[in-house]
């Protein structure tokens, strides 16, 4: 333990806390998602987000296209690649009744996937490194990175984006209406392979986003992508499972967390502790920190 | 579902005679050199391994994702009091191989898993439903792992636990424990499946509000299909470590330790005994046979095959070819 | 036979290998309400999942209009104009009351017509455009009812499906509820219907099926069935007790 430190250094460990958190929280929107209609746990996410990352990568290098840029390619790639990862694989088991087989074709995703990458890019970690890179700006008095900032707004942008789409479109309406319960929603008229797919065309489009802030702002490598999932998990519970814009605040608190222990404590009880903050929410608060009762009839 | 392609009573057979033939293995010349004997070891304990998930989830009907660390931890406990020699005292001395498949030392492995699935069962069972309950044992199992990398001298810290052995010369004591607890525990569960705790098990798993409407302790039930569970992938961990002889945090504790027997279990059949047996061979053949044809790509070829398993058999070989298949 | 507007031949339902429905026929004219009786466990809602698609039948048939509903998915079947208030209401509680009312549009038909259709929905309920924003969980008992009836109307359904309106509501609520009905009835709504709520049931509607063990155990019109002395001492003597 270390005595309190000078609210500078307060605000810096706050600040880089938030700003990298945002990234589990913006996995953890795309996990909502897809938790929601389809009550599966797609661990595949983080796989998912680390292969955007070196798509990112492979069209800096190759084609020369800034990685900030390259969302208005991998965002669109996103939400078709979702499209058919659902309609491929998922369409069939969506309908049984044993979930087991989901969270398993999730699971042989996610080997695929990150042995893919192996196969193409080598098990080495890799980075994007950008002329701005290295630079910095201040926010509040704080220095911090550029790449983190941008990707503190890009997981924002991307969360904002699919708030706005879930309240004001009625096929976002006929998702949340799927999510809370599907019978009712067939009843309406609403397919569930219709909204099961839009769901995961957008969660690997905020896997794209997210690949984007993470090749920008840190070394990767295959197999890191299951931390991530993991990490999502725990944002995903901490903001209330359902709860997409909860996902963003509970990403943004895990990683503040995480940035706490690791000053206060040390660096090698971090996940343990984030992990005990996930089982302490799940038992004590299993509806997340942000849910508001309603008063039930 | 298929027509019975196999019958019933055949079933028992086909195992009776396949446990026989691989009882009989070593005394076939130059088995016990061969590839096949230790690609059978392993089969042994991934097959246990799914036993150990398939009480809690396919029997009971709670899915942990947790059996890594139950798995770890009974490799730990071996290897701790091996080196450590807190058991055997001055007849380690006397003795130098006592602690060898001592049957004390990896019951000790199952029960320290066992009394961990209790302690953190019992909150989270009591809380925790469903897909809460499996992240829940994810998280477990995350924090068990960095408590041993943290566990300074006692746990060895990120390099771990060497048992103070050296090489063992034949695969042969491995091949008979291995082989005798993927029996032994089929038989217990099979024995375990038919009594009246069996049925609360099922009830529960099938109708949680009836059974407790029928004065099932649905917690008490819970708890132990889980401790039960935890057991036998202690015992697995433990026979682990005489493989290895070096337990460490990365090598027990790792997630394919649950992945995999998961995998197992669920293209075996969930919920039937001989699902998770037939599952650990037929997967651990198509890794390794993927592993040995084409090195660079086996994980591709693993997690294919994952996929393909689920979307043109989603019941499990068992239930899919096994006719109507009796539960146990 | 020809203008039936929903006609169900030997249907029969098992969950796994348990059967619940047995070779049952119903059928129901356009324009009237039909109810069906019963007590626990006859197979009512198990009738009514199958016809909206939510249970696939083991054998028999059902037809819309002469249309037959095999194979079809239950979003398909509320395309072709049955609307399904299921038992417990099938409420979105998390979304306003306005949110579910626009689902209850969601097919494109008529999606186009929604505005007419709200304000049809609002002069029927009228507490529902007070409490437009509110979330539908946080309304009373009978408040969710209606909106459940109200958004099931949203889609001017050919037929509307009606498990246990009055299910955990006060009697007051009750008499409200059978006024809807009635109501509903009168603007050329073909309504079937569940109750446990066996006389009032029998009293507005025009028809009547009494399923006893998941099998047609009798049939008739409203005031036959309730004339019938077996249906009085079977069923409604016991529920006047309740």
């Known amino acids: 333990?270390?005595?309190?430190?000078?609210?500078?250094?307060?605000?810096?460990?706050?600040?880089?806390?938030?700003?990298?958190?945002?990234?589990?929280?913006?996995?953890?929107?795309?996990?909502?998602?897809?938790?929601?209609?389809?009550?599966?746990?797609?661990?595949?996410?983080?796989?998912?987000?680390?292969?955007a990352a070196y798509f990112v990568r492979a069209l800096f290098y190759g084609l020369g296209i800034d990685p900030f840029l390259s969302l208005l390619i991998v965002v669109p790639v996103g939400l078709g690649v979702g499209w058919?990862?659902?309609?491929?694989?998922?369409?069939?088991?969506?309908?049984?009744e044993d979930r087991n087989i989901s969270l398993l074709i999730a699971v042989g995703?996610?080997?695929?996937?990150?042995?893919?990458?192996?196969?193409?890019?080598?098990?080495?970690?890799?980075?994007?490194?950008?002329?701005y890179t290295a630079s910095g700006i201040e926010i509040l008095g704080v220095r911090t990175s550029f790449t983190r900032s941008m990707g503190f707004l890009i997981a924002l942008a991307g969360t904002g984006l699919v708030v706005l789409f879930l309240r004001k479109t009625l096929v976002g309406k006929a998702v949340r209406a799927a999510s809370e319960d599907m019978e009712a929603a067939t009843l309406m008229g609403i397919s569930p392979h219709r909204v099961n797919a839009i769901a995961f065309a957008i969660g690997i489009a905020l896997a794209g986003a997210a690949g984007v802030a993470v090749a920008t702002t840190f070394p990767f490598n295959p197999f890191a992508g299951f931390i991530f999932s993991l990490k999502a998990l725990v944002a995903l519970a901490l903001g209330g499972i359902g709860n997409v814009a909860g996902a963003l605040?509970?990403?943004?608190?895990?990683?503040?967390?995480?940035?706490?222990?690791?000053?206060?404590?040390?660096?090698?009880?971090?996940?343990?502790?984030?992990?005990?903050?996930?089982?302490?929410?799940?038992?004590?608060?299993p509806e997340g920190l942000f849910s508001r009762p309603y008063k039930k009839a | 579902m298929l027509k019975q392609a196999v019958p019933k009573q055949a079933w028992m057979w086909i195992a009776i005679a396949v446990v026989a033939a691989l009882a009989l293995l070593p005394l076939l010349p130059g088995a016990i050199d061969s590839y096949a004997f230790s690609f059978l070891f392993f089969v042994f304990i991934y097959a246990i391994m799914a036993q150990g998930w398939n009480l809690v989830a396919g029997f009971?009907?709670?899915?942990?994702?947790?059996?890594?660390?139950?798995?770890?931890?009974?490799?730990?406990?071996?290897?701790?009091?091996?080196?450590?020699?807190?058991?055997?005292?001055?007849?380690?001395?006397?003795?130098?191989?006592?602690?060898?498949?001592?049957?004390?030392?990896?019951?000790?492995?199952?029960l320290v898993a066992a009394v961990a699935a209790i302690i953190i069962g019992l909150p989270l069972l009591s809380k925790l439903r469903g897909d809460y309950f499996a992240l829940g044992t994810l998280g477990f199992g995350e924090i068990v792992k960095v408590m041993f990398i943290n566990g300074g001298d006692f746990t060895g810290g990120a390099f771990g636990?060497?048992?103070?052995?050296?090489?063992?010369?034949?695969?042969?004591?491995?091949?008979?424990?291995?082989?005798?607890?993927?029996?032994?525990?089929?038989?217990?569960?099979?024995?375990?499946?038919?009594?009246?705790?069996?049925?609360?098990?099922?009830?529960?798993?099938?109708?949680?509000?009836?059974?407790?409407?029928?004065?099932?302790?649905?917690?008490?039930?819970?708890?132990?299909?889980?401790?039960?569970?935890?057991?036998?992938?202690?015992?697995?961990?433990?026979?682990?470590?005489?493989?290895?002889?070096?337990?460490g945090p990365d090598s027990v504790f790792d997630l394919d330790w649950m992945l995999l027997p998961l995998m197992m279990t669920v293209v075996g059949g969930t919920g039937t005994l001989l699902g998770p047996i037939l599952g650990a061979f037929v997967m651990y053949a198509v890794f390794d046979l993927a592993r040995i044809v084409v090195p660079d790509y086996h994980p591709v070829i693993s997690g294919l095959t994952i996929i393909l398993a689920m979307l043109f058999l989603p019941k499990g070989l068992m239930r899919s070819f096994g006719g109507r298949v009796r539960v146990v | 036979m020809a203008?039936?507007?929903?006609?169900?031949?030997?249907?029969?339902?098992?969950?796994?290998?348990?059967?619940?429905?047995?070779?049952?026929?119903?059928?129901?004219?356009?324009g009237t309400i039909v109810a069906i009786v019963g007590a626990n466990g006859a197979g009512k809602t198990t009738l009514l999942k199958t016809i909206s698609g939510l249970l696939k039948p083991r054998r028999g048939e059902v037809l819309l209009a002469g249309v037959p509903l095999a194979g079809k998915a239950p979003e398909e079947i509320a395309g072709m104009g049955i609307a399904h208030v299921p038992e417990g209401r099938g409420?979105?509680?998390?979304?306003?009351?306005?949110?579910?009312?626009?689902?209850?549009?969601?097919?494109?038909?008529?999606?186009?017509?929604?505005?007419?259709?709200?304000?049809?929905?609002?002069?029927?309920?009228?507490?529902?455009?007070?409490?437009?924003?509110?979330?539908?969980?946080?309304?009373?008992?009978?408040?969710?009812?209606?909106?459940?009836?109200?958004?099931?109307?949203?889609?001017?359904?050919?037929?509307?499906?009606?498990?246990?309106?009055?299910?955990?509501l006060s009697p007051i609520v009750v008499q409200q509820m059978f006024a809807l009905i009635e109501t509903l009835h009168k603007q050329g709504v073909t309504i079937l219907l569940v109750e446990q709520n066996i006389h009032q049931a029998l009293k507005v509607a025009d028809y009547g099926f009494v399923l006893k063990t998941g099998e047609l155990a009798m049939q008739g019109t409203g005031a036959e069935l309730i004339a019938d002395p077996e249906i009085q001492k079977a069923y409604m003597g016991v529920l006047e007790v309740q």
Request: charged share 10%; proline share 3%; aromatic share 12%.
């Open chain 3, 91 to 168: 409420l979105f509680r998390q979304m306003t009351v306005l949110e579910n009312l626009e689902l209850g549009a969601f097919q494109p038909k008529v999606r186009k017509h929604f505005k007419q259709s709200l304000e049809k929905a609002y002069v029927l309920f009228p507490r529902l455009k007070e409490r437009a924003g509110q979330k539908a969980g946080s309304l009373s008992g009978g408040e969710q009812q209606m909106l459940a009836i109200a958004r099931a109307t949203m889609s001017d359904p050919s037929l509307l499906i009606l498990d246990e309106p009055s299910l955990g």
């Open chain 1, 249 to 285: 605040a509970g990403g943004i608190i895990l990683g503040l967390i995480e940035a706490y222990v690791q000053y206060f404590i040390s660096g090698g009880w971090t996940n343990a502790i984030a992990y005990g903050v996930f089982l302490a929410v799940l038992m004590f608060k």
């Open chain 3, 3 to 30: 203008n039936r507007l929903l006609d169900v031949k030997n249907l029969e339902v098992a969950y796994g290998d348990v059967g619940a429905l047995w070779g049952v026929s119903i059928h129901v004219d356009p």
């Open chain 2, 161 to 247: 636990v060497v048992a103070p052995a050296g090489t063992f010369d034949t695969l042969l004591p491995h091949y008979l424990v291995g082989l005798g607890l993927m029996v032994g525990v089929a038989l217990a569960i099979r024995l375990l499946m038919r009594s009246r705790y069996g049925l609360a098990l099922i009830a529960v798993r099938d109708d949680e509000m009836a059974a407790s409407a029928n004065g099932i302790d649905v917690l008490r039930v819970k708890v132990a299909a889980f401790a039960g569970s935890a057991f036998i992938a202690g015992i697995a961990g433990s026979l682990y470590t005489y493989y290895i002889f070096h337990v």
């Open chain 2, 60 to 110: 009971g009907g709670q899915i942990s994702l947790g059996n890594h660390a139950f798995f770890g931890l009974g490799a730990y406990t071996t290897a701790i009091l091996w080196s450590g020699n807190y058991l055997w005292g001055s007849l380690y001395d006397a003795y130098p191989r006592i602690y060898y498949f001592d049957p004390v030392t990896m019951v000790l492995g199952g």
């Open chain 1, 84 to 96: 058919l990862v659902y309609q491929g694989l998922f369409r069939r088991a969506a309908a049984e």
């Open chain 1, 109 to 131: 995703l996610m080997f695929l996937v990150q042995n893919l990458m192996t196969v193409v890019w080598g098990g080495n970690t890799a980075a994007v490194v950008t002329s």
């Open chain 1, 1 to 51: 333990m270390q005595a309190i430190p000078p609210p500078e250094i307060l605000l810096q460990l706050s600040l880089n806390g938030a700003l990298g958190g945002a990234m589990y929280g913006v996995a953890a929107v795309g996990l909502s998602l897809i938790f929601g209609t389809m009550r599966l746990i797609f661990l595949a996410q983080g796989a998912m987000i680390i292969l």
